[in-house]
């Protein structure tokens, strides 16, 4: 329905007022806007279901496609491009057989994203996009270290990597 919408799609036009309402109350209005996270997670998907049938090189193909279709759909915002970016490179790397490092990726995906848009790496956006994967692959294990112990593992390392996006994004 309208959720569903909202959340794979960033269609929040169906949502009912109260419950945009809720989600800005609670703080959390942000999880309606589509970012990174919901390509990553989509193409995570994608490729966990097509690759035991299809195999790696035919599964990332196809998950491509399929993301560029998506991205066609919701429109072409900074951080489903570097995510996407991202992710066809990593397809590509792995169907190569080269081993690389996030890090890598990320630097990889800005040259491309500045080739392919140049006008886009004026947006607050783009450069929120890329300092805040940035903060995360360089500040989440330090800030992991520093958390209490007591928190649960996956708490402490999803809690870290938000703090390192922040602390990056405040650049």
């Not at 995570?44 to 998950?63: A, D, E």
């Not at 989440?140 to 990597?161: C, H, N, Q, V, W």
Request: aromatic share 10%; charged share 10%.
């Amino acid at each position: 329905g309208p959720m569903g919408l909202a959340l794979l799609l960033g269609w929040r036009d169906g949502l009912n007022e109260d419950v945009e309402l809720a989600f800005r109350a609670a703080g959390s209005s942000h999880v309606l806007a589509l970012s990174g996270m919901h390509l990553a997670i989509f193409s995570g998907l994608l490729l966990f279901l097509l690759r035991r049938p299809c195999g790696l090189v035919i599964s990332g193909i196809l998950s491509i496609l399929i993301l560029l279709l998506y991205l066609w759909i919701v429109g072409a915002q900074s951080s489903l491009i570097r995510s996407f970016v991202m992710y066809a490179l990593s397809v590509f790397l792995a169907i190569t057989g080269y081993r690389y490092r996030a890090l890598d990726t990320l630097s990889i995906s800005l040259y491309f994203h500045i080739l392919l848009l140049p006008q886009s790496a004026k947006s607050p956006a783009f450069v929120l996009s890329y300092f805040a994967l940035l903060g995360i692959l360089l500040l989440s294990k330090p800030i992991d270290e520093l958390l209490p112990k007591r928190l649960p593992l996956a708490m402490r390392g999803g809690f870290a990597a938000s703090i390192a996006a922040c602390i990056a994004s405040l650049v």
